[in-house]
T-cell receptor
Framework: GAVVSQHPSWVICKSGTSVKIECRSL??????MFWYRQFPKQSLMLMAT?????????EQGVEKDKFLINHASLTLSTLTVTSAHPEDSSFYIC?????????????FGQGTRLTVV | LAKTTQPISMDSYEGQEVNITCSHN???????ITWYQQFPSQGPRFIIQ???TKVTNEVASLFIPADRKSSTLSLPRVSLSDTAVYYC????????????FGKGTRLHILP
């Protein structure tokens, strides 16, 4: 099946710094990718929809200036957590569907564990 | 997006068949039903998808009654490694459609 790869798998950063997470579709193209965050024992919460070549669409309550999303190519979307604080510590997951087809399942990255100290 | 309701948690024993039911009373005509599995600290993994009747693959079966207002994921002869959270999602599968997760069912397999 199709593969979505995230990098890094985990990252620890100091409070106030910025962290970039990459999401790549390895064997398909994705005009749209999705970013989620997940707290322990909770479900995935959709943060934003990343659109290739245009601005991301953020869900209500998600700060677009804090969570910068760039979708510069059909195989790469990045999420940058700016001025990270301990409350931003979470598990971040991206997903994508193959742009060529409708009616397919979404593929998810392995996730990135962010710890802000 | 059709809302889904699943049991919060289930326990079963190794070797048993496990059935997880999902309610989706307001499913739309062009909606599909998709199940994902998630292990701790991993992204969700696709298990099975269907529109009506029964779908079977090497991992599971999906039973969908004629009214499509519910569906049942059946895992045959579970093992400890099937301990995970299982999510039922309903949607039209258009390429740009959002994928919204419900609370899922936390399945715990006991030895």
């Amino acid at each position: 099946g199709a593969v979505v790869s995230q990098h890094p798998s985990w990252v620890i950063c100091k409070s106030g710094t910025s962290v970039k997470i990459e999401c790549r579709s390895l064997d398909f193209q994705a005009t749209t990718m999705f970013w989620y965050r997940q707290f322990p024992k909770q479900s995935l919460m959709l943060m934003a929809t990343s659109n290739e070549g245009s601005k991301a669409t953020y869900e209500q309550g998600v700060e677009k200036d804090k969570f910068l999303i760039n979708h510069a190519s059909l195989t790469l979307s990045t999420l940058t957590v700016t001025s990270a604080h301990p409350e931003d510590s979470s598990f971040y997951i991206c997903s994508a569907r193959d742009s060529r087809w409708s009616g397919t399942e979404a593929f998810f990255g392995q996730g990135t564990r962010l710890t802000v100290v | 997006l059709a809302k889904t309701t699943q049991p919060i948690s289930m326990d079963s024993y190794e070797g048993q068949e496990v059935n997880i039911t999902c309610s989706h009373n307001n499913i739309a005509t062009n909606d599909y039903i998709t199940w994902y599995q998630q292990f701790p600290s991993q992204g969700p993994r696709f298990i099975i998808q269907g529109y009506k009747t029964k779908v079977t693959n090497e991992v599971a079966s999906l039973f969908i009654p004629a009214d499509r207002k519910s569906s049942t994921l059946s895992l045959p002869r579970v093992s400890l490694s099937d301990t995970a959270v299982y999510y039922c999602l309903v949607g039209a599968l258009n390429r740009d459609d959002k994928i919204i997760f419900g609370k899922g069912t936390r399945l715990h397999i006991l030895p």
